[in-house]
């Protein structure tokens, strides 16, 4: 087959080319200036972590195995041993030991920081045991530790490289990454953030927040002001300076030492005054476009959800908004599932049988797609023969409704209609 004849990277690698490719034009969001950005964005804000926490911890409660599609007893048993996933459709089963052990559920949350950071790259990490190569676990390398992306001429990832307390950047070769990567365009592997259509309010209400601080500390008790007592009416010019002097320092000292409080107080000479004014007029309303704000960061993740209720709308219409929220959040989650399946799952049969064996595949229920179990669902499924009553369904609707654990020495319900046996 031929060669590719065009390019999504220049193959001139300069420093302008690679910050172009991001398509950037806000210097203090080039990479790697943004991981900072959005480290902030993340940790500082309410609303912002807000909303990542309603995009990411779904996913993260979803219900994720290992589906046979095929493959050998063997080959799924040892796939869903190393990323300790059940296997669908098996009765679940806890392992022998958790010590180290992959945990899919921190690789996971881990994975997800693709979406604040725009990417999360992890190493591979084996062990042999016997006859077979075993994954001991996938090692998240941090987005501010890496200082260089290599990037092929065709857009595919050659490497990445490390800062090291050495002076020599550690390199990793992509055989030994799996790449996460948010919204990728072309050769941009270093993605792009979830929260970068959020990051105009976020920094617009930052400022806000902090004006409104500050309103509150200057105005909110009133500014003191001090008049001082008048000249004695026999007083010389100098004497009358002297006098003027000594009450307009005693009354600014008075003034900026003035504090409310339980014990506050203020002694005044014969004449004197002390008065707290306020703002003559209307101060700036802030209230409004923060709101407006944290609406538009909501917005930016399609989390309508979390304005409704307040003065955006009634909670009548969180289905709707709801509707599409779930459709995103699979849509990441069915993206997590190909790159560890690509990258995770195939290579790690590969390594033990061959690239021309069948892998299992990474699956997840759906999110939103859980029905409610209830006492009349369950009866209903049971007389149509669509479901058999069982040791099993008892058991689960006993820990679903809160019911005690049956005990183990009452008699069966056969046996119970029959006394004359059970005695």
Known sequence: MADEL??????????????????????????????????????????????????????????????????????????ATDLGLQIKGEKPSAPLRTKDKFSWGEHLRMALLELPFGHSFFEQVYRVEGSHVRLRKLAWRPPRSISKIDVAPDGGLIAIEQHSPTGKDIRIPVDRLVAYVNDREGANWAGQSLLRTAYKNWLL??????????????????????TGAPVPDKATPEERDRWLNSEREAGLKLAKGFRAGEAAGASLPPGATLDLKGVSGRLPATDEPIRYHDEQIARAVLAHFLNLGTETGSWALGSTFANFFTDSLNAVAQHIAEITQQHVVEDLVDLNWGSSVPAPRLVFEPIGSEHPVTAEAIKALIECGALTPDGSLEAYMRTVHGLPVRDSTAPDTEDSSKPEEAA
Request: net charge negative.
């Open 6 to 79: 065009g390019y999504q990277l220049s193959p001139l690698k300069t420093w302008g080319v690679l910050s172009d490719e991001a398509h950037e034009t806000n210097p203090a969001l080039a990479w790697p200036q943004s991981v900072d950005v959005f480290d902030q964005m993340r940790r500082e804000d309410s609303q912002v972590g807000s909303v990542l926490r309603a995009v990411t911890l779904p996913i993260r409660g979803a219900k994720w195995s290992i589906d046979p599609a095929g493959a050998a007893p063997e080959v799924v048993d040892l796939v």
């Open 205 to 226: 209400k930052d400022r806000m927040l902090r004006a409104q601080a500050l309103t509150v500390e200057r105005n909110g008790l009133g500014v003191p002001v001090y």
